[in-house]
């Protein structure tokens, strides 16, 4: 139960603002219209019950993670895979956007005199998130579970005692009838099918980050996928008290969303009254919706490093900090989230539009790539995952339609724009990185005759160091920049992992077998302190000078210098620590293709 606390967070919070999403909606055609909140919620529950029985088959089916990227890039190719990849990264920043917004919004629920502050608390609760992170903090069942969990009591237990003051009388409505609302509203527009469905579009906020668990199906205890899916089990049924018991409540006390005051706030107070179990249930609820934005600092990064790594983003999103976080996907998260709750001032209802659509084309590319998947392989039990996975895709695609009839001009057009932005950026940017590839390719197996070793009767003033990082015409042009000084010649590699370290020692003893390779292993991904280490040892241990080659790669046009950010900024911290060094001289070897 202590994966509950971690992967629950998203989706559970969706409980403190999705009835309200749904009341704003309806309010607009009365007061009477209100009642209408327990039925669409109860569609949404269908929903939500429909996309768990899909996710369960695709946590069976990909024991080792599967993200709607991983499954349609799998099953579907590669466009779909982007489109899925594109909308979850827009879903990963309204989702801490969202989160932090209704986080501040309980806060000055319980504080009002906050209220005019919320868009400088919002940055600031993104900022403490975003800086943890990128310190190293990890999410663990022992410290990250601890909000959920409060949360879960709070929630219940005001849900459950508003139903003991149903059945005693101690609430203006009963268990069978509703609450005349507490203030009359003025109806702007008439109870139609399409506002119905507006209601709806907005509510369904409540079933996104459901399929967190699947993506994260590794870091569960053995057996991984039963307990995966018993926790998701558990969170649908808790997550649907909650959607069922606040709609419900909220009919039965006459609740009116407020401008100032959120509908759980307010259902709270009625409830509990204002009090210590008051403020406890409204720092529970708080708690989990910061934890809720802190949960997409886990999968932003790591799809954008998954990107990088399949050239479709640059790479220096692949690139790990100190602690082993990706940090420039955290940093450009943080930095994305805050401009839009400055933007929407941190209103939760007018993000709400933006946030749905998202959510729902990449379910929808996922459980199509499912369907796919078992028509592919045919496992044991695939007719029946094949129907879920199936209906699934229908289900959420038919969301897809609603939300995009009813929230497109509210706001989901910006959605659209940001996807379709996204889209084209990481075909570009993998159209750049094949044609650099491609001038830099060498044929491997030519390179012993094409390139032949440097011969000298002297014995060597110099020791050429020359970093390596592949088998390119860069690396090549180094090494040969390097014979041209010395006969004595070493390429270093800096490496994480030793299995693809080892296959490029194979490699450069086939393509360079004249020049030794000097593996350092780097657990933290560092570049420049294994080198300066290495560096310092042949200094002690050498008489001779040692000179040191940095390739650099020198980029046509302006624009490709964000993609190869790292490759320069690893050269340019390396330079002044070599320079400082009295038997250390330092050569570029710049390389225009």
């Not at 294994?530 to 050498?542: K, M, N």
Request: some cysteine; hydrophobic content about 50%.
């Amino acid at each position: 139960m202590r994966a509950l606390g971690v992967f629950s967070s998203d989706p559970l919070s969706s409980a403190a603002y999705s009835a309200e999403e749904i009341m704003l909606v309806l309010m607009l055609a009365g007061a009477g219209a209100l009642y209408l909140t327990l039925p669409v919620t109860g569609a949404l529950l269908a929903l939500l019950w429909t996309v768990r029985l899909s996710y369960i088959q695709t946590i069976r089916a990909y024991p080792n993670g599967g993200g709607a990227y991983i499954v349609a890039h799998e099953n579907l190719g590669v466009k779909p895979a982007l489109i899925a990849a594109a909308a979850l990264l827009v879903d990963y920043v309204l989702t801490v956007a969202v989160s932090v917004a209704a986080g501040v919004a309980a806060i000055t629920s319980a504080a009002p005199e906050l209220f005019d502050l919320r868009v400088p608390l919002s940055l600031l609760a993104g900022a403490v998130i975003t800086w943890g992170n990128l310190r190293g903090v990890r999410e663990s069942g022992a410290i990250f579970g601890l909000p959920t969990y409060f949360f879960i009591v709070c929630f219940s237990g005001m849900i459950v005692v508003g139903l003991v003051k149903l059945v005693i009388g101690g609430a203006p409505g009963t268990l069978l009838h509703t609450a005349p609302a507490s203030q009359q509203i003025v109806a702007t527009s008439g109870l139609t099918i399409f506002l119905v469905l507006r209601a709806f579009s907005s509510g369904a906020a409540a079933v996104t980050g459901i399929e967190a668990i699947s993506n994260g199906v590794p870091a569960f205890k053995p057996p991984e996928s039963r307990n995966a899916q018993i926790t998701m089990q558990w969170e649908a049924a808790f997550l649907g008290f909650f959607l069922l018991g606040v709609a419900f409540l909220a009919t039965r006390y006459g609740i009116v969303p407020q401008p100032d005051e959120t509908v759980v706030s307010v259902l709270g107070r009625e409830v509990l009254g204002r009090n210590v179990l008051y403020y406890a249930y409204q720092v529970g609820t708080a708690g989990v919706l910061l934890l809720a934005a802190n949960t997409a600092f886990a999968d932003f990064p790591r799809l954008s490093a998954i990107l990088a790594k399949d050239r479709f983003a640059p790479r220096q999103l692949a690139f790990r900090g100190d602690r082993l976080a990706f940090s420039n996907g955290i940093m450009l998260l943080g930095a994305a989230a805050a401009v839009l709750l400055v933007i929407f001032q941190a209103e939760v209802t007018r993000l709400i539009p933006l946030y749905i659509l998202g959510v729902f084309i990449s379910m929808t590319l996922s459980q199509s790539g499912m369907v796919r998947h078992w028509l592919r392989l045919r496992e044991h039990g695939w007719r029946i995952s094949l129907v879920l996975n199936a209906f699934g895709a229908v289900a959420t695609g038919v969301v897809v339609v609603i939300v995009g009839a009813t929230k497109f001009t509210e706001g989901a057009w910006i959605s659209v724009i940001a996807m379709f932005a996204l889209f084209t950026v990481f075909s570009l940017i993998r159209s750049h990185y094949d044609r650099l590839e491609a001038k830099l390719h060498i044929d491997e197996g030519e390179l012993p005759v094409a390139v032949p070793a440097a011969i000298s009767s002297e014995p060597p003033r110099d020791h050429v160091i020359v970093p390596v990082d592949d088998i390119n015409k860069i690396t090549i042009g180094a090494i040969g920049m390097a014979r041209e000084i010395s006969s004595m010649v070493t390429a270093l590699h800096v490496f994480d992992d030793q299995q693809l370290a080892e296959q490029f020692r194979e490699r450069w003893a086939s393509a360079v077998p004249d020049v030794p390779l000097l593996l350092l292993e780097s657990p933290f991904r560092q570049f420049v302190s294994p080198i300066l280490a290495c560096v310092e040892r042949l200094e002690q241990s050498e008489r001779r000078r040692i000179v040191v080659i940095l390739p650099t790669f020198e980029p046509s046009h302006w624009w490709e210098r964000f993609l190869h950010t790292r490759d320069v900024r690893d050269v340019l911290r390396l330079r002044p620590f070599l320079k400082q060094r009295k038997n250390v001289r330092v050569l570029d070897f710049p390389y225009r293709p």
